[in-house]
């Protein structure tokens, strides 16, 4: 499972942007996929993670509301749909995968270490 990232770039507040993780080297439809980000002098933090089927999603407290992940699994993608876009979420973006079958949980999904596979990130910047 190799992992690739797309979607970033510079926006206003306010605006809304949608990144895309593909899975570019086999399938990750029995995986669970989290997207984090990171800025520059900050921790590495949970955005969100949806589970192989698509049917279950799981959110940070801070981004519920104004982001949407979902999944194709016929495309081998993984989205993350942003809208309200605020400053402080300029980060790196990037995705995560981990082995589930067919669970609809796994366990430490807000943690980046759950996730054998990462792809290298898409930026996003947020600026007037």
């Known amino acids: 499972v190799q992992l690739v990232e797309s979607g970033g770039g510079l926006v206003q507040p306010g605006d809304s942007l949608r990144l895309t993780c593909t899975c570019t080297?086999?399938?990750?439809?029995?995986?669970?996929v989290a997207w984090f980000r990171q800025a520059p002098g900050k921790e590495r933090e949970f955005v969100a993670a949806v589970a192989w089927s698509g049917d279950s999603t799981y959110y940070a407290d801070a981004n519920e509301g104004r982001f949407t992940i979902s999944r194709d699994n016929a495309k081998n993608s993984v989205y993350l749909q942003m809208t309200s876009l605020k400053p402080e979420d300029a980060a790196l973006y990037y995705c995560?995968?981990?082995?589930?079958?067919?669970?609809?949980?796994?366990?430490?999904?807000?943690?980046?270490?759950?996730?054998?596979?990462r792809g290298r990130g898409t930026q996003v910047t947020v600026s007037s």
């Open positions: 080297a086999g399938t990750f439809t029995n995986y669970g």
């Open positions: 995560a995968a981990t082995f589930t079958g067919t669970k609809e949980r796994w366990s430490f999904m807000d943690r980046a270490t759950a996730y054998a596979q």
